[in-house]
């Protein structure tokens, strides 16, 4: 069965710090880019970062995270992660991985197939 899953997503207080994985499973997450998105209520998916497929060498993030969040890939585990530090309470909402061919933009519709949400909240 092919699956992109989420997690790692928790509560934490401003300033803190959290680590999202996105693994795969029945399916060779090398060949992919792979995006993290965020959506908080009421509000439209917005994209945070992406990261190129194979050596994920080239990375692209969002300028309201730039300097705090840093995408990366273990193609051993089959797994993307999203480290965050410096949360903030603006950074609260359900996180999404999704895979697309290139890194070309945060725009939601480039991204192909999407893996179920994790919810972060950044709150004192």
């Known amino acids: 069965q092919v699956q992109l899953v989420g997690s790692g997503g928790d509560l934490v207080q401003p300033g803190g710090s959290l680590r999202l994985s996105c693994a795969a499973s029945g399916f060779t997450l090398d060949y992919y880019a792979i995006g993290w998105f965020r959506q908080a209520p009421g509000k439209e998916r917005e994209g945070v970062s992406c990261?190129?497929?194979?050596?994920?060498?080239?990375?692209y993030s969002a300028d309201s995270v730039k300097g705090r969040f840093t995408i990366s890939r273990d193609n051993a585990k089959n797994t993307v992660y999203l480290q965050m530090n410096g949360l903030k309470p603006e950074d609260t909402g359900v996180y999404y991985c999704a895979t697309t061919d290139f890194c070309k933009s945060l725009n939601a519709n480039e991204f192909n197939y999407w893996g179920q949400g994790t919810q972060v909240t950044v709150s004192s």
């Open positions: 990261i190129s497929s194979y050596d994920g060498n080239d990375t």
